[in-house]
Protein backbone atom coordinates (compact mmCIF):
# COMPACT_ATOMS: atom_id res chain seq x y z
CA UNK A 1 0.00 0.00 0.00
CA UNK A 2 1.13 3.43 -1.12
CA UNK A 3 1.70 5.96 1.44
CA UNK A 4 0.87 9.47 1.63
CA UNK A 5 3.13 12.43 0.33
CA UNK A 6 3.74 14.53 3.85
CA UNK A 7 2.12 17.47 4.48
CA UNK A 8 5.39 19.72 4.34
CA UNK A 9 5.58 18.31 0.35
CA UNK A 10 2.37 19.06 0.15
CA UNK A 11 2.34 22.59 1.19
CA UNK A 12 5.61 23.28 -0.95
CA UNK A 13 4.17 21.95 -4.06
CA UNK A 14 1.37 24.60 -4.01
CA UNK A 15 4.06 27.51 -4.03
CA UNK A 16 4.82 27.24 -8.09
CA UNK A 17 3.28 26.27 -11.33
CA UNK A 18 2.91 23.07 -11.43
CA UNK A 19 5.67 21.59 -13.46
CA UNK A 20 8.18 23.86 -11.90
CA UNK A 21 6.92 22.55 -8.48
CA UNK A 22 7.25 18.78 -10.00
CA UNK A 23 10.63 19.30 -11.26
CA UNK A 24 12.06 20.93 -8.04
CA UNK A 25 10.09 18.08 -5.60
CA UNK A 26 10.43 15.11 -7.76
CA UNK A 27 7.43 14.41 -8.08
CA UNK A 28 4.33 14.23 -10.90
CA UNK A 29 3.16 17.32 -12.14
CA UNK A 30 -0.23 15.35 -12.35
CA UNK A 31 0.45 14.99 -8.30
CA UNK A 32 0.50 18.59 -8.26
CA UNK A 33 -2.72 19.34 -10.25
CA UNK A 34 -4.64 17.04 -8.23
CA UNK A 35 -3.28 18.73 -4.72
CA UNK A 36 -3.83 21.88 -5.58
CA UNK A 37 -7.99 21.04 -7.17
CA UNK A 38 -8.42 19.01 -3.92
CA UNK A 39 -7.29 22.69 -1.82
CA UNK A 40 -9.40 24.17 -4.14
CA UNK A 41 -12.22 22.05 -3.17
CA UNK A 42 -11.94 21.61 0.74
CA UNK A 43 -9.18 24.46 2.34
CA UNK A 44 -6.83 21.50 3.29
CA UNK A 45 -3.69 20.03 2.19
CA UNK A 46 -4.23 17.06 3.96
CA UNK A 47 -4.67 13.27 2.29
CA UNK A 48 -7.93 11.71 1.83
CA UNK A 49 -8.36 9.28 5.22
CA UNK A 50 -7.90 5.37 4.56
CA UNK A 51 -10.88 3.29 4.44
CA UNK A 52 -10.26 -0.27 5.09
CA UNK A 53 -13.07 -2.79 5.09
CA UNK A 54 -12.04 -5.95 6.42
CA UNK A 55 -14.89 -7.86 6.17
Not at 8 to 30: F, H, I, Q
Amino acid sequence: MAKSYSLDLRALSGRANPAMAASNLEVLAAFVVRLMAAYQGTGSLAPKPWIVDFE
